[in-house]
């Protein structure tokens, strides 16, 4: 039991990441929410008062994310693979 779950945990964080990437990689502008809550604009974003200067530079970000994040999913994903793997061994 313990074995499915840890492998059920390896394979939805992998999903999640990949999602995030998506987001990042295709429509940047989603994931400004995210981006104004781990900047700690959060409060602005939600009131609507957020300025054009820091949504500009959010989406800039964003835009220098991306490749960090695809590297990071492709190491994560091999790893999951990788302890899977040899966990069923």
Known sequence: ???????????????ILAVGVFIVMARPERALGFLCHLAGLGEIWRSGRLSEAD????LILAHQLRWPMLILLFGWSFVCG????????
Request: glycine share 12%.
């Open 82 to 89: 990788a302890v899977l793997t040899w966990s069923r061994l």
């Open 1 to 15: 039991m313990g074995g499915q779950l840890f492998a059920l945990l390896l394979g939805a964080s992998n999903v």
């Open 55 to 58: 949504e500009t530079r959010l």
